[in-house]
């Protein structure tokens, strides 16, 4: 099972390619794939439960321990990420879907296929992986706030609080326990530990099944998009070139170490796409745009983690040994 865990990791990106052209065409050919909608919070919460998997409960604690990189982590994706989101909006357009859109997709980090992701550009993945729970919590407690502060008065008109609730219940705390409990199971019976292994092969197949059902569902609804969706590309672009090395100055700030510092790099640079569709599908009239703008960013970003994984291990020389994400169990 580890041999093919690694076979599906290090072809993550082409499997992920490969799920979205499927996609577009099943959406272009087969009629009523927008029915797809209904699924996209089951298979995230597959994925999600799957991504926390990973966590050995025990890194929780370290992740915690790890003071400077948890502060680092933090500021850089809520407090220095919206500064640069700040400037960018102010290029787009004043349609205030638009501007969600891009508001909901840059201000959440990503946490789940960052840490695949950052294992190959020798970042401390481990780490970075202990820290989703923490990294997605917060994100869900600060994009109201961030909204309210971006969208002023039209966000209220625009995003409920009911949504956010839901996700957080649903896509967080069941995921979180669930997998807290199969680990804990696998620790005291050899048939939790295989179920665990089994489990443990599936967070690549599993976002490769989000990205379907999520642009099956909105390829056939993109024709009043297509304007909206290409005026966000140059600012999507601006931010994957920017940020990275953002994440990067700001571990040197916090004297992180090389491995560590990559990881702070990665997060800031791959965002939370897919977790904040259920979110964009709630908001009234959002569909097509909204779904539009938010999956643009994730075609934006796959070609973009293409350049990550070649240029971001060069930072701090050649690295340190970076653990398997499996080393820690």
Same mark, same amino acid.
């Given at each position: 099972?580890?041999?093919?865990? #690694?076979?599906? &990791? ?15 065409i099943?959406g ?5 794939? *927008?029915?797809? &909608? ?14 926390? !998997?990973?966590?050995?409960?025990? #890194?929780?604690? +370290? ?24 400037i960018?909006?102010?290029f ?19 946490? #789940?296929?960052? @840490? ?32 309210? /502060? ?15 609730v839901?996700?957080?219940?649903w896509?967080?705390a ?29 967070? @690549? ?10 642009v ?5 609804? !993109?024709?009043?998009a297509?304007?909206?969706?290409? +005026? ?11 940020v ?7 571990? +040197?700030?916090?004297?992180? #170490? ?11 640079? *791959? ?5 904040? !569709?259920?979110?964009?599908?709630? /908001? ?16 934006? &970003? ?7 994984? +070649?240029?971001?291990?060069k ?5 340190q ?9």
């Amino acid at each position: 099972m580890t041999g093919l865990r #690694d076979k599906l &990791e290090n072809q993550q990106v082409s499997i992920y390619f490969g799920a979205v052209v499927l996609a577009a065409i099943t959406g272009l050919v087969i009629p009523n794939t *927008t029915a797809l &909608e209904v699924g996209v919070n089951p298979a995230l919460a597959l994925m999600l439960f799957v991504t926390f !998997l990973q966590v050995p409960l025990a #890194d929780l604690g +370290r992740a915690v321990s790890r003071i400077r990189f948890l502060a680092a982590l933090l500021i850089t994706n809520f407090v220095v990420v919206p500064v640069l989101v700040t400037i960018l909006i102010q290029f787009l357009p004043p349609d205030p879907m638009i501007r969600l859109g891009v508001l909901f997709v840059l201000l959440t980090p990503c946490i #789940d296929y960052v @840490v695949t992701f950052s294992h190959l550009g020798r970042a401390d993945a481990q780490l970075l992986l202990a820290a989703t729970p923490a990294l997605l919590i917060v994100q869900m407690l600060v994009l109201p706030v961030y909204l309210s /502060v971006f969208l002023g008065a039209d966000a209220a008109g625009l995003v409920q609080i009911g949504p956010f609730v839901h996700a957080f219940v649903w896509l967080i705390a069941v995921p979180l326990v669930l997998a807290a409990l199969v680990q804990i199971w696998a620790s005291r019976s050899q048939a939790g530990e295989r179920v665990a292994t089994l489990l443990g092969v599936l967070p @690549v197949p599993a976002t490769a099944l989000v990205l379907f059902v999520v642009v099956a569902a909105v390829v056939p609804q !993109l024709g009043p998009a297509i304007d909206g969706a290409l +005026r966000v590309v140059p600012i999507y672009i601006t931010f994957a070139v920017i940020v990275p090395l953002i994440g990067w100055g700001m571990a +040197r700030l916090f004297r992180l #170490d090389a491995p560590a510092g990559r990881a702070i790099a990665f997060s800031a640079a *791959t965002r939370n796409s897919l977790v904040v !569709l259920p979110l964009a599908f709630a /908001v009234p009239g959002a569909v097509p745009v909204l779904p539009a703008i938010i999956v643009t960013q994730t075609l934006v &970003e796959l070609i973009s983690v293409l350049v990550y994984i +070649r240029l971001i291990p060069k930072l701090g020389g050649s690295g340190q040994h970076t653990p398997r994400l499996d080393e820690s169990r």
